[in-house]
């Protein structure tokens, strides 16, 4: 079993810059890709960024240019850092962990923190 503690939300004025935190208890962190998704009220969860266990990195149109998501295996941590955030930046940001083996796929999800961007 895997958890998530997602950090580093609140509110920011557009313009803004978070970075949120993710630390995983997991043995052979290294082994997890690890994403980001996040939920606004009212509408689906939708995903952000992905980090793969060998650094690979890939973004959502809206996170590109603007989000950067990292990794320390040494913290078991994942991050996103966000830049020149706006308001329909705001949602409930969600990491998750997937694992993934020749015989199944498994997804662990943290709790989710909030992200406001308003004046």
């Known amino acids: 079993q895997v958890q998530l503690v997602e950090s580093g939300g609140g509110l920011v004025q557009p313009g803004g810059s978070l970075r949120l935190s993710c630390a995983a208890s997991?043995?052979?962190?290294?082994?997890?890709?690890m994403r980001w998704f996040r939920q606004a009220p009212g509408k689906q969860r939708e995903w952000v960024a992905t980090?793969?266990?060998?650094?690979?990195?890939n973004y959502a149109d809206s996170a590109k240019g603007r989000f950067t998501i990292s990794r320390d295996n040494a913290k078991n941590t994942v991050y996103l850092q966000m830049n020149s955030l706006n308001p329909e930046d705001t949602a409930v940001y969600y990491c998750?962990?997937?694992?993934?083996?020749?015989?199944?796929?498994?997804?662990?999800w943290g709790q989710g923190t909030q992200v406001t961007v308003s004046s």
């Open positions: 998750n962990a997937r694992l993934v083996t020749v015989a199944t796929t498994r997804d662990y």
């Open positions: 997991a043995s052979a962190f290294s082994s997890y890709g």
């Open positions: 980090i793969t266990n060998s650094g690979i990195t």
